[in-house]
């Protein structure tokens, strides 16, 4: 693990006192003060007025109680989370999580490292997160429905479009942003159609945010591979999950020519050297909600499935971990080490290890941080943001290319960013410093508040 500046070490040592119990959110924060270090020995002046310790606190933390009523008329309690983090660059904007995983301490490592991908897209959006530890797997549409009018209920008296702009996250996709959005209509007398992004394209929606934050992902690697004259076409990929981020990430690969040999879920992951069937795929998990299991039942020749193994066993040049906080362990990296990896790209929140990061980056292997390579799914929230308040709706393709400026643009930030403080190379240290910069110099900007 890479050693804290002894001038930041007292600043995470608060933030261990005061957060205790919050792992991911320690771990966050922790990866980007170790960058800071070369920051503060290039500009003394960051390290003034409690503008790291500030960037470090949330500006505010919402905790409620949701109440709601399942199919067999039992009233059910789940709590909901939103935080507020930094709202330095526009207002607060990120996801809403619905998993059982979702505590206090999970909410702000995102909303952390929401703050710094927002600033990297060069869009005017801060940093937000929010979510539930409601379990949508098994549920009705008329559960979820009540689920999210009674989350929104709440929710509602603390966003806006120039307040809080939540979009979807895991377990919160289209269906779900539908219902909130329409609580929240029926509540607030308003049709504020950039209150939350991620919605239906028959109201208000934009095209490609679907596609937007696995086909970012692919571009950021893409960029990333040209440094070293290399391309997606004829590689082996492995992507880890298979929702939304996933799934897109598998259709921009195989567009640019690359071979999907693994993907899953939670239950286990299928394998097919013949290379994934992306419609089986979707089918299975868009249409039917099934697990991946069912793929290798019905694709049957050329299919593994194992369950409950771990995918990065399976050899590739590139890895797409697209699924989860921490799911790439440092075992998981000197195997795909092991199997000559050449690049790995974070689709997900923080999908690798402290430990994973850094065998990855002593083997030399390509690394894209989630916080730039993820970015391209709130850059086309932004991008709705923008359609939404000049009552325009713009086409695919043009949506696309924004979206492929964005992602090359961050890309090039980070790398620069990483050479002109002496670390080539070196897109984690890059991110979060390119990042830090931008949210800093607005902070200072406005003064101590």
Known sequence: MTQIDEKIEPIFAEVLRRNAGEPEFHQAVREVLESLGRVIAKHPDYANDALIERICEPERQIIFRVPWVDDKGQVQINRGFR?????????????????????????????????????????????????????????????????????????????????????????????????????????????????????????????????????G????????????KLELAGKRVVVSGAGNVAIYTMEKILAFGGKIVACSDS??????????????????????????????RRKGTGTHYVEGGSIWDVPC?????????????????????????????????????????????????LFAPGKAANAGGVATSALEMQQNASRDSWTFARTEERLATIMRDIHDACAETAEEYGAPGDYVLGANIAGFVRVAEAMRAMGVV
């Open 217 to 228: 992902a692919v571009y950021f690697v893409e960029r990333m591979l040209a440094t070293r």
């Open 317 to 365: 040049d590139i890895a797409m971990p697209s699924a989860t906080q921490n799911e790439v362990t440092g075992k998981d990296a000197r195997a795909l080490v092991k199997n000559n990896v050449i690049a790995v790209g974070e689709g997900a929140n923080m999908p690798c290890t402290p430990d994973a990061v850094n065998i990855f980056q002593n083997a030399g292997v």
């Open 83 to 215: 935080v507020q983090f930094n709202s330095a660059l526009g207002p607060y904007k990120g996801g809403i999580r619905f998993h059982p995983s979702v505590n206090l301490g999970i909410v702000k490592f995102l909303g952390f490292e929401q703050t710094f991908k927002n600033a990297l897209t060069g869009m005017p959006i801060g940093g937000g997160k929010g979510g539930s530890d409601f379990d949508p797997r098994g549920r009705s549409d008329g559960e979820i429905m009540r689920f999210c009018q009674s989350f929104m209920t709440e929710l509602y008296r603390h966003i806006g479009e120039y307040t809080d702009v939540p979009a979807g996250d895991i377990g919160v996709g289209g269906r779900e942003i539908g219902y909130l959005f329409g609580q929240y209509k029926r509540l607030t007398n308003r049709y504020e159609a950039g209150v939350l992004t991620g919605k239906g394209l028959v109201y208000g929606g934009s095209r490609a945010r679907t596609e937007a934050t696995g086909y």
């Open 267 to 296: 239950s286990g992951y299928v394998s097919d050297e013949t290379g994934i069937d992306l419609g089986l795929v979707k089918e299975i998990k868009e249409v039917r909600r099934q697990r991946i299991s069912e793929y290798a």
